[in-house]
């Protein structure tokens, strides 16, 4: 017997675009100046805002950086970061020195990404995992960069910053955290790879040693 | 002078298809038994694995459970948690227990998503923000929800459970962390709004209370 035709299944060549996205997506660190028109960068933030959230809290907050006084306040957390980071790293310190990691001062658009404040009276689905507020709004923010690709536009997320500083040089209210600094904009061209794995600072896992059956494999 | 047209813009019809499977994802809690191809299953799997990860450290780790008595216990730690929830909430604990909230017993397919163990060797983009294995994970969910949508199938992401016991349950090493339990598989029909918004659970914010624009918002 052969299993009913699935009539909520999308066409080929739609089903072949939602792969090509995924597949095409890359964490860009080079952008080519210019601007994101506002229409534009709306669609992309409702296109976030579409992404599932537990217990329906919805805990994203985006912050909009358009002074160029708070980039260059923002540019230099991240900087501050860069070299503690690449101190942590010891051995792998010059390696890393030498990788463009951001790109806060070229990119047409930056973003913070925050969670809100007021999380801890949100307890379905958070009781015993309360980190799904942060799981929440990365699927927010996979949305936005997918949509952005389609655009033509790249997107970095960037995590070098410490988090206390940033909040407390947008004036965030206790119990809300940065999570993201989004680079986003026009870019010449997207990595054909991930920029890591082409400058070898990882390699890509093969997908069988990810996936595992009725529990863990050693 | 008008900008230059971006060549790396996907055409309407692409882009249509993109931000379409993002409004059409639904976090669902009702299956209709059946079963995914192993073909179809690879090709999610896969989808997740494109996913951004923080550093490239790709932490994601994915447990397909196929035992009936498995999936017994994944659905009984569900329950335990339910009820806790339930008394946790307090006065909304009634209406808490009409919900639908997971569809262990009845989808086609359980994975249960893990960040892997060792994770504290991974420095870059995580010295102050070491959560962001769990960001990388999320997105990499988000993929895989995206494409299963394209492909008809539904996908509920339960986070009601304890870790420490599926932990255990699965023989999960030490520093490894259950983040999610996939119910996946065919569906009658997708919600036409999240069911937390139908059900009245919580409504859908307002987008330009979530944008701001330089600092925090009051």
């Excluded at 790109?103 to 809100?116: I, N, S």
């Excluded at 890591?196 to 390699?203: P, R």
């Amino acid at each position: 017997m052969t299993e009913p035709e699935n009539t909520l299944r999308y066409n080929d060549q739609d089903r072949d675009t939602v792969y090509r996205v995924m597949a095409e997506r890359r964490d860009m660190r080079h952008f080519s100046g210019g601007q994101v028109d506002s229409a534009t960068l709306k669609k992309l933030l409702a296109a976030a805002h579409l992404a599932p959230s537990v217990g329906f809290m919805q805990p994203w907050r985006f912050i909009r950086i358009s002074k160029a006084e708070l980039r260059e306040s923002i540019y230099q957390l991240v900087q501050d970061e860069r070299i503690k980071t690449a101190q942590a790293l010891d051995e792998r310190e010059d390696e890393f020195m030498r990788l463009k990691v951001e790109g806060v001062r070229d990119c047409a658009e930056l973003l913070v990404v925050c969670l809100m404040d007021g999380r801890e009276k949100h307890i379905f689905g958070r009781r015993t995992l309360p980190e799904m507020d942060l799981a929440s709004a990365s699927c927010a923010i996979q949305n936005l960069w997918l949509a952005a690709r389609a655009e033509g536009l790249g997107m970095g997320w960037v995590s070098l910053f410490d988090p206390d500083s940033l909040q407390s040089l947008l004036n965030m209210p206790e119990g809300s955290r940065a999570i993201a600094v989004l680079c986003l904009g026009p870019v010449d061209e997207f990595y054909p790879r991930p920029m890591l794995e082409t400058e070898q600072w990882a390699a890509r896992k093969n997908i069988d040693e990810l996936i595992m059956q009725d529990g863990w494999r050693d």
